[in-house]
């Protein structure tokens, strides 16, 4: 059976381009034509403006206008339910909204949301489409935009799990509830914005704190269990559906990963660090937009919980004796090291606020993510960076090298380095790919890829404010 896996690489072939565009007069926008964009925010396009005229290198400039809107551009769909506000984002060339991808893809704007009434209504539609999603099954990872509807997606036809409609995929990744959480706190930060807040968000909320509740596994195993016929192991859990083994420690469980992958060790330490500085999130949040203060309770005390299990159960050691941040425990005793691409990972931990950029623990965890301590950091010929076995060994994922970016962004040397490999490993397409081969960027998987667009923009915008001197240079 094919799955996402074989569909987006079956791609690759195609989407490989024989040479890099390298003269000026090629770097013709890639945007759709005005009249044919999904969204359109004058906030936005004055930033697209603001942000260029920083831009010295003309490549760099180019593929910075392609990708900061390419979310608005090609994947929004407005709406109205119940006489407010809906907005369905799809992740690019997959016709469905996943939490985490739809939450990360609109974030780049929220700085812009208190000026642009538009850009607010965006973002109320989609914390409140999210919201129904949640409540319409909170372990799915993708939905559909008819709530009645049946999957479409090929791969996941024939899951043994419960589908219901509305569900596109039934994967159970922590972070598919860490996200929302994420989007609705800082949209209200940049706004001072309480209308989405109202009693389906509640609702969704607390569904997620029971949730996770369950998948601490206390009690026995849980609800959810996911079984897929497929020739790679990543696409299913073991143990009739329930994953590996565990101890239950207080731990969140997590069926996958954030490359949708399935957990070696069913406790995936970044996303519990994740949930933990979300639900205190959540906790402020409920409190100021709606004085909930049982809400507020219940979300700091499970974030207490999951870290206390953290600071016993989420380190370990490498072979040279450093101290580093596990990447998956079971709370027997086992332990794995090693980074994948995907946010949440390890490496961008900084950037997720759990740890200050310059904590020891942290900072060796990173620099070790980036070495041959991770299995899956490779360097190459173009490009070097951290990958997955989502697509395979010696591919970098560039989304790695943007989070190194974010979190290594007062030293001027890294990212020099950095925006020479982004911009050099586009083959020639002017957007940021999910995968590139580290010897020939030109192969490459998903030209349609709207999150890794809108990080590559969030990084540019980031570093016009804090590195101006460095985006004036020519690379």
């Given at each position: 059976m094919i799955d996402r896996r074989t569909l987006l690489g079956s791609g690759l072939a195609l989407a490989a381009t024989p040479a890099f565009a390298t003269d000026t007069s090629a770097f013709v926008s890639k945007r759709p034509a005005p009249a044919d964009r999904r969204f359109v925010s004058k906030a936005v396009e004055r930033e697209i403006a603001r942000v260029s005229s920083k831009i010295a290198d003309p490549k760099l400039r180019w593929m910075f206008g392609n990708c900061y809107p390419n979310t608005l551009d090609?994947?929004?769909?407005?709406?109205?339910?119940?006489?407010?506000?809906?907005?369905?984002?799809?992740?690019?060339?997959?016709?469905?909204?996943?939490?985490?991808?739809?939450?990360?893809?609109?974030?780049?704007?929220?700085?812009?949301?208190?000026?642009?009434?538009?850009?607010?209504?965006l973002y109320q539609g989609l914390i409140a489409r999210q919201a129904r999603c949640i409540l319409l099954d909170p372990?799915?990872?993708?939905?559909?935009?008819?709530?009645?509807?049946?999957?479409?997606?090929?791969?996941?036809?024939?899951?043994?799990?419960?589908?219901?409609?509305?569900?596109?995929?039934?994967?159970?990744?922590?972070?598919?509830?860490?996200?929302?959480?994420?989007?609705?706190?800082?949209?209200?930060?940049?706004?001072?914005?309480?209308?989405?807040?109202?009693?389906?968000?509640?609702?969704?909320?607390?569904?997620?704190?029971?949730?996770?509740?369950?998948?601490?596994?206390?009690?026995?195993?849980?609800?959810y269990r996911f079984l897929r016929s497929s020739d790679r192991p990543t696409e299913t859990l073991m143990l009739d559906g329930y994953g590996p083994p565990s101890r239950p420690v207080g731990?969140?469980?997590?069926?996958?990963?954030p490359s949708d992958d399935s957990c070696v060790y069913p406790f995936l330490i970044p996303s519990n660090y994740f949930a933990?500085?979300?639900?205190?999130?959540?906790?402020?949040?409920?409190?100021?937009?709606?004085?909930?203060?049982?809400?507020?309770?219940?979300?700091?005390?499970?974030?207490?919980?999951?870290?206390?299990?953290?600071?016993?159960?989420?380190?370990?050691?490498?072979?040279?004796?450093?101290?580093?941040?596990?990447?998956?425990?079971?709370?027997?005793?086992?332990?794995?090291?090693?980074?994948?691409?995907?946010?949440?990972?390890?490496?961008?931990?900084?950037?997720?606020?759990?740890?200050?950029?310059?904590?020891?623990?942290?900072?060796?965890?990173?620099?070790?993510?980036?070495?041959?301590?991770?299995?899956?950091?490779?360097?190459?010929?173009?490009?070097?960076?951290i990958g997955g076995p989502h697509v395979g060994l010696g591919q970098?994922?560039?989304?790695?090298?943007?989070?190194?970016?974010?979190?290594?962004?007062?030293?001027?040397?890294?990212?020099?380095n950095i925006l020479r490999m982004l911009s050099t490993s586009d083959a020639g397409t002017g957007f940021i790919h999910e995968a590139v081969n580290q010897d020939d960027p030109s192969k490459f998987t998903r030209d349609w890829f709207a999150w890794a667009n809108g990080l590559f923009g969030e990084l540019l915008v980031h570093l016009a404010e804090v590195q101006p001197k460095l985006l004036q240079e020519m690379l």
């Amino acid at each position: 059976m094919i799955d996402r896996r074989t569909l987006l690489g079956s791609g690759l072939a195609l989407a490989a381009t024989p040479a890099f565009a390298t003269d000026t007069s090629a770097f013709v926008s890639k945007r759709p034509a005005p009249a044919d964009r999904r969204f359109v925010s004058k906030a936005v396009e004055r930033e697209i403006a603001r942000v260029s005229s920083k831009i010295a290198d003309p490549k760099l400039r180019w593929m910075f206008g392609n990708c900061y809107p390419n979310t608005l551009d090609t994947t929004v769909k407005m709406g109205v339910v119940d006489g407010k506000p809906d907005a369905f984002v799809i992740t690019g060339d997959i016709d469905a909204l996943w939490l985490r991808d739809s939450s990360a893809q609109v974030r780049p704007y929220l700085h812009l949301a208190r000026e642009d009434a538009d850009l607010r209504r965006l973002y109320q539609g989609l914390i409140a489409r999210q919201a129904r999603c949640i409540l319409l099954d909170p372990y799915a990872n993708a939905f559909l935009a008819d709530p009645h509807a049946h999957t479409k997606l090929s791969w996941a036809l024939h899951d043994k799990t419960e589908m219901k409609p509305g569900v596109a995929e039934r994967k159970w990744e922590i972070d598919s509830l860490c996200y929302p959480i994420r989007l609705a706190h800082d949209y209200w930060k940049a706004t001072g914005d309480t209308t989405p807040f109202d009693a389906t968000w509640a609702e969704a909320a607390r569904t997620t704190i029971r949730t996770f509740r369950e998948q601490q596994r206390k009690d026995g195993p849980g609800p959810y269990r996911f079984l897929r016929s497929s020739d790679r192991p990543t696409e299913t859990l073991m143990l009739d559906g329930y994953g590996p083994p565990s101890r239950p420690v207080g731990l969140i469980h997590c069926g996958f990963r954030p490359s949708d992958d399935s957990c070696v060790y069913p406790f995936l330490i970044p996303s519990n660090y994740f949930a933990v500085t979300v639900l205190r999130e959540l906790a402020a949040l409920a409190m100021a937009t709606r004085q909930d203060s049982a809400l507020a309770n219940d979300a700091t005390s499970l974030a207490g919980e999951v870290e206390a299990a953290l600071r016993e159960y989420g380190t370990m050691r490498l072979r040279d004796g450093r101290e580093v941040i596990a990447y998956e425990v079971d709370g027997f005793g086992n332990a794995i090291f090693m980074d994948d691409a995907n946010v949440p990972s390890l490496s961008s931990l900084a950037y997720l606020r759990c740890f200050d950029r310059d904590e020891p623990l942290w900072r060796r965890t990173a620099d070790a993510a980036w070495s041959e301590a991770n299995p899956y950091w490779s360097r190459g010929k173009v490009v070097e960076g951290i990958g997955g076995p989502h697509v395979g060994l010696g591919q970098v994922w560039p989304m790695s090298l943007i989070m190194r970016g974010f979190s290594y962004d007062n030293d001027v040397r890294t990212l020099r380095n950095i925006l020479r490999m982004l911009s050099t490993s586009d083959a020639g397409t002017g957007f940021i790919h999910e995968a590139v081969n580290q010897d020939d960027p030109s192969k490459f998987t998903r030209d349609w890829f709207a999150w890794a667009n809108g990080l590559f923009g969030e990084l540019l915008v980031h570093l016009a404010e804090v590195q101006p001197k460095l985006l004036q240079e020519m690379l």
